[in-house]
């Protein structure tokens, strides 16, 4: 069974202040990992996959197997990045249907 | 930039009625899916779609859902005796091709079961 952890429902930070999200993962195989963000009154748009190890927005996010983890990170949060983020798994030999965590609403305050 | 569109936005109706929600995949796109989300919990799939039919389903897609594409840009999600607890918002997703993974998203429909 796949399943995604993210234990913060929310969380607020001030402006220019690190913000990190936490995602947990556990899965029989090599896991797809995903981080989805939406933003008020928009569609869920994906914001970065593991595979691909790149930054967008000036979040990153590390695949640790060991850990199980997928946790996002930035350095220096904007007002700009207040949504609600998804952390999300898939395998390649179901469809890549995707897994979500509960989802983690992200306030940055001025 | 293509997107993945979904009508209605919002689709207020009585206990027991049938619904259909309607999505329009991004045109060269091959695989299909329906996830919902009651309100205040996680995204859920629902159901997954290739090449005329389903690939993959879930727990909570029972007798009383069905997905169809009838034609080259439709693809529908119909619940053919609602309950209350189907309210919920019901989004719509595709995929380009089995070499890739990023599914994309429409904007949801709200759906309101009274």
């Known amino acids: 069974a796949q399943r995604v952890t993210q234990p913060e429902k929310l969380l607020s930070v001030f402006k220019g202040a690190p913000v990190e999200l936490k995602c947990n993962y556990s899965?029989?195989?090599?896991?797809?990992l995903f981080w989805y963000v939406q933003y008020s009154r928009q569609r869920l748009q994906l914001l970065l996959r593991h595979i691909s190890r790149e930054s967008i927005k000036g979040f990153t996010a590390d695949l640790n197997k060991g850990e199980t983890s997928f946790h996002l990170k930035k350095p220096f949060a904007q007002e700009e990045d207040s949504a609600m983020y998804y952390c999300?798994?898939?395998?390649?030999?179901?469809?890549?249907?995707?897994?979500f965590g509960a989802g983690t609403t992200v306030t940055v305050r001025a | 930039e293509p997107e993945v569109t979904q009508t209605p936005s919002h689709q207020v109706t009585q206990m027991g009625q049938e619904v259909i929600l309607r999505c329009v995949p991004i045109s060269n796109h091959l695989y299909f899916y329906w996830y919902r989300q009651i309100l205040g919990q996680k995204v859920e799939f629902l159901v997954s779609?290739?090449?005329?039919?389903?690939?993959?389903k879930s727990e909570i897609f029972d007798d009383q859902f069905s997905v169809e594409r009838p034609d080259g840009s439709n693809f529908t999600l119909k619940i053919r005796s609602t309950k209350l607890e189907d309210s919920a918002m019901y989004f719509c997703?595709?995929?380009?091709?089995?070499?890739?993974?990023?599914?994309?998203f429409g904007p949801g429909t709200r759906l309101t079961v009274l």
């Open positions: 779609f290739y090449n005329n039919e389903i690939s993959e």
């Open positions: 899965y029989s195989g090599s896991p797809e």
């Open positions: 999300a798994l898939s395998g390649e030999f179901n469809d890549y249907k995707l897994s």
């Open positions: 997703a595709s995929r380009k091709d089995r070499g890739t993974d990023t599914q994309y």
